[in-house]
């Protein structure tokens, strides 16, 4: 199972950037695909998740800015950001959790390479 996550870059404070993960790997089922973040000198974070059922969750500093979805046919899972801040900067991961293969076999808690946003004037 891989993950590939793009749609990173640089945009100006208050702007939108739209971030792409996709998996790959014979993959039957994903139960939570989430994107998380981490800035320099910082602990990785919960941005925001989402199960095969659609409940969200979000941290409380992005809400109302921030959404997620995915597409359970595609097995890719979006954030569209808004209204972006500076403190919104940091490597963006894309985490897929209890990934279930067509071959019954399970895969738990992968993690796809960072994209990076950058919020600056």
């Known amino acids: 199972v891989q993950l590939q996550a793009s749609g990173g870059g640089l945009v100006q404070p208050g702007g939108s950037l739209r971030l792409s993960c996709a998996a790959s790997?014979?993959?039957?089922?994903?139960?939570?695909a989430g994107w998380y973040r981490q800035a320099p000198g910082k602990q990785r974070e919960l941005v925001a998740a989402?199960?095969?059922?659609?409940?969200?969750n979000y941290a409380e500093s992005v809400k109302g800015r921030f959404t997620i979805s995915r597409d359970n046919v595609k097995n890719t899972v979006y954030l569209q950001m808004n209204s972006l801040k500076p403190e919104d900067t940091a490597v963006y991961f894309c985490?897929?959790?209890?990934?279930?293969?067509?071959?019954?076999?399970?895969?738990?808690?992968?993690w796809g390479q960072g994209t990076q946003v950058t919020v600056s004037s």
């Open positions: 985490n897929a959790d209890r990934v279930r293969l067509h071959s019954g076999t399970y895969h738990w808690s992968v």
């Open positions: 989402m199960t095969s059922g659609g409940n969200t």
């Open positions: 790997g014979s993959i039957f089922s994903i139960n939570v």
